[in-house]
T-cell receptor, first 111, second 117 residues
């Protein structure tokens, strides 16, 4: 069974204090790993897709990396508007495209 | 323009009632999904439809019945609501295949918060 574990559950940072979120996964053949951002009362908003180990993607202050067992979401010099829950999900090869999600990391960036 | 829209946003009802949640997407996608997010924030797949055909039906009580009148709509009907059905239900959509790449990101609605009294 596909599993996704995210850590830490919650993270509080000062504005400008860089850090990383972790997503560990076990999947029977990875078709893709997805990062989403979820704000309170909203649906998940797509950030990145990573397909193979060694791949990196960047968007503003966020950079996502992928190894064979985990993915990291690096946040450089975060701002209060980066506060949200960050969700990681995997899509298995041979699946009917459903996503298996982790429980997320709730990030709070203090001004 | 809202890409994936769900109605209602909030639904408060009594145990034992029957209710429906509607979902519409204007992205031209041909695959749509229903997810349930529990109090611990886990999003779990419930159903998926591709071009009005059911392709995923996870272990969900048969009180839950999805209906897709066309590929832009996927509704969820729930019979005999129970306390454990309280959760946020998210609809999502994705294209089936773009330029040979199958794992296109799913786009989510803002959820329907269902509360059972």
């Amino acid at each position: 069974e596909d599993q996704v574990t995210q850590s830490p559950e919650a993270l509080r940072l000062q504005e400008g204090e860089s850090s990383s979120l972790n997503c560990s996964y076990t999947v029977s053949g990875l078709r893709g790993l997805f990062w989403y951002r979820q704000d309170p009362g909203k649906g998940p908003e797509f950030l990145f897709t990573l397909y193979s180990a060694g791949e990196e993607k960047e968007k503003e202050r966020l950079k996502a990396t992928l190894t064979k067992k985990e993915s990291f979401l690096h946040i450089t010099a975060p701002k209060p508007e980066d506060s949200a829950t960050y969700l990681c999900a995997v899509q298995a090869a041979g699946s009917a495209r459903q996503l298996t999600f982790g429980s997320g990391t709730q990030l709070t960036v203090l001004p | 323009d809202t890409a994936v829209s769900q109605t209602p946003k909030y639904l408060v009802t009594q145990m034992g009632n029957d209710k429906s949640i509607k979902c519409e997407q204007n992205l031209g996608h041909d695959t749509m999904y229903w997810y349930k997010q529990d109090s611990k924030k886990f999003l779990k797949i419930m159903f998926s439809y591709n071009n009005k055909e059911l392709i995923i039906n996870e272990t969900v009580p048969n009180r839950f019945s999805p209906k897709s009148p066309d590929k832009a709509h996927l509704n969820l009907h729930i019979n005999s609501l129970e306390l454990g059905d309280s959760a946020v239900y998210f609809c999502a959509s994705s294209p089936h295949r773009v330029s040979g790449i199958e794992n296109q990101p799913q786009h989510f609605g803002d959820g329907t918060r269902l509360s059972i009294l």
